[in-house]
């Protein structure tokens, strides 16, 4: 296509068609990619969009590393609503991720974003690819409803699930990006407009529990969690490890779904800790969710490095002696 | 079939002001369209946003009512996705070549099979009367209290340069001729473009003094011409309707097919 835009439009109509459907970009592109994201919510047509992330705003820093579009992710298209964002630290589980994302855009007939980095976007290493079947696929929900029958496309079954028809079909009706009622018909009658808000976030926001994708590690007796997402993570990681072999009590908490925010997976791992340390590189977008979700917010810190490097394990062990009144 | 059985009847009445010409251009299509015999299951219309892209939403085919500008793009993935499809893609002249005069161009240059209409009225109607990018020079409008000072684009040049393979124009009072170019386009395998000059008397007539509805049709009679008639050359100033460019060229989808094949010979 000639542009991010009319990526993020074709992949919609692609969608529309029975296909399964995905774009991706870095930065810029992603800005260029919102309004029409915004669409897809609203229409409720299942995508995936990838961001490899890199320093910003603007132009900024290309192919230097950053995590600094994790909000915008979330709010980045204009209007009230809900989103699905996943990451990954590594290429297995950015390969895992892409499945889930999909599976996830098909079950709950929205865009998902694939929120990655730079590093994991330029790295090189190993990577299994499973034979088919391993992992589960979700194909799209289509509905049984014959042809000459009237079908209503966004009139939720009891279960909130929208069966869909694929254009070509023998059903015709209507998707547009304004409100709309069952028939995809546009609408703005106040009742029409609140019921569809409310089904657009709670099909997100209720299933938040189902959605937290996340991998823990030493965290069974940690007075110190470590609570990163993405090549961040690695760093932590690293840091976890060794100190571990030194007898400390530090754990990582990788967070693989960013949006809806896990704040009960985070509150649970959180619980013990005397220290919540997020290690990220933005000025603490993911902190600032964190704090939200913990009982004690004023025992978490932030580890960030924003100059376009990667976050070091040293940067992360420096920001420890701190809290542990070690000075650096 | 009926025309009327074309028409969701359930979604009227429609936004249109009295004096539209929105709606004889729906007139138009449905005609062609009902010549041609094809089956409503076939036909996707993908539409922008304005006063023309509601056309979507009043007829029984499968209907994208898309995002300003980027009805094309969106076309594009349906038709490359679905190429048996038939892609009707109506837009407003802002919409067309302001917002979406990128996609405008590429999808012209790739000879996609599309059927893009460039409902033409030379304003904003939607929004309140601003002037467009076919508005031309010394235009009035809400934003040009004193005249354009901005040129227009022709549409048909526009479309012939950036590589449409079939470039037609008519206007809302020549309906048997817009039917007639309407059909040669939905047949037309490769991007055809049908630009229809239209009426907004609440707009574009009411601020420049054009009279309502009746004198602006009228206008269109008086001020076009069909294409190469001798009537032009004595008056330059004159409009010329007809088919401007009807060539064949490979078209992208099959293009795009055979890129397929080669990729996947000896893999099968």
């Keep these: ?328 | 079939m009926a025309v009327k059985d074309f028409i969701r009847e359930r979604f009227f009445p429609h936004i249109w002001c009295p004096g539209c010409g929105h709606g004889i251009v729906l007139n138009s299509l449905l005609r062609a369209v009902e010549s041609l015999g094809m089956s409503k299951n076939e036909i996707v219309m993908v539409s922008g946003i304005g006063c023309s892209s509601r056309i979507s939403g009043y007829l029984d085919f499968h209907t994208l009512h898309t995002i300003h500008g980027r009805a094309l793009a969106f076309a594009t993935g349906v038709k490359l996705s679905r190429p048996e499809l038939n892609l009707i893609v109506p837009m407003g002249d802002g919409d067309a070549l302001a917002i979406g005069g990128n996609h405008f161009i590429h999808a012209a240059r790739r000879n996609i099979d599309l059927t893009a209409i460039v409902m033409n009225n030379r304003i904003y109607g939607m929004t309140g009367g601003q002037f467009s990018p076919l508005s031309g020079c010394g235009v009035m409008a809400t934003t040009a209290p004193f005249a354009t000072v901005d040129a227009g684009f022709d549409v048909v040049e526009l479309a012939r340069a950036a590589g449409a393979t079939f470039v037609a124009r008519s206007t809302a009072y020549h309906v048997q001729q817009l039917t007639k170019l309407l059909r040669d386009a939905i047949l037309h395998e490769g991007f055809s473009v049908v630009e229809v000059l239209t009426q907004c008397p609440t707009y574009f007539g009411r601020r420049n003094k054009m009279g309502g509805a009746v004198e602006m049709l009228k206008w269109f009679k008086e001020n076009t011409t069909p294409v190469g008639s001798k009537a032009k050359a004595e008056n330059p100033a004159l409009i010329e309707r007809g088919i401007f460019v009807q060539k064949e060229m490979p078209e992208y989808c099959k293009a795009y097919d055979q890129v397929i094949e080669r990729a996947q010979k000896g893999k099968k």
């Excluded at chain 1, 409720?44 to 909000?71: F, K, L, W, Y």
């Excluded at chain 1, 509905?143 to 079909?169: I, K, Q």
Aim: aromatic residues 6%.
């Design chain 1, 1 to 328: 296509m000639e542009d991010e835009i009319a990526s993020m439009c074709a992949i919609i109509g692609a969608s529309l068609t029975g296909h399964k459907v995905m774009t991706a970009t870095s930065g810029p592109g992603f800005s260029l990619k919102q309004e029409a994201l915004g669409y897809a919510v609203m229409a409720e047509i299942p995508c995936v969009v990838v961001n490899v992330q890199r320093g910003g705003p603007s132009t900024g820093n290309p192919t230097h590393v950053a995590q600094g579009d994790v909000m915008q992710a979330r709010w980045g298209t204009h209007g009230d609503h809900a989103i699905v964002t996943l990451t990954a630290s590594n290429h297995q589980d950015v390969f895992a991720m892409t499945v889930e994302a999909f599976n996830i855009a098909e079950t709950y007939r929205t865009p998902v974003i694939l929120l990655f980095d730079e590093v994991v976007g330029h790295m090189r290493e190993k990577l299994v690819i499973p034979e088919p079947g391993e992992i589960p696929l979700v194909e799209r929900l289509r509905t049984s409803v014959p042809g000459g029958v009237d079908y209503h496309p966004y009139l939720p079954r009891e279960d909130g699930r929208l069966p869909m028809s694929d254009f070509g079909g023998v059903h015709r009706y209507n998707v547009t990006g304004l409100f709309h009622d069952m028939w995809g018909f546009p609408s703005d009658n106040p009742g029409v407009v609140h019921g569809l808000m409310r089904h657009l976030v709670d099909k997100i926001e209720n299933n938040a529990g189902q959605l937290a994708r996340y991998k823990e590690f030493e965290l069974q007796d940690a007075d110190t969690v470590l609570v990163s997402y993405g090549s961040a993570a690695r760093s932590a990681l690293h840091v976890v490890r060794n100190r571990r072999a030194r007898g400390e009590k530090i754990g990582l908490l990788e967070l693989q779904t960013l949006w809806p925010f896990p704040a009960a997976v985070v509150r649970e791992k959180c619980a013990r800790a005397r220290s919540v340390v997020v290690v990220e590189m933005n000025t603490g977008q993911v902190m600032r969710e964190v704090k939200a979700a913990v009982n004690n917010p004023e025992n978490v810190f932030l580890a960030n490095r924003i100059d376009g490097t990667l976050i070091t394990p040293t940067d992360i062990r420096n920001i420890l002696r701190l809290i542990q009144g070690r000075g650096v």
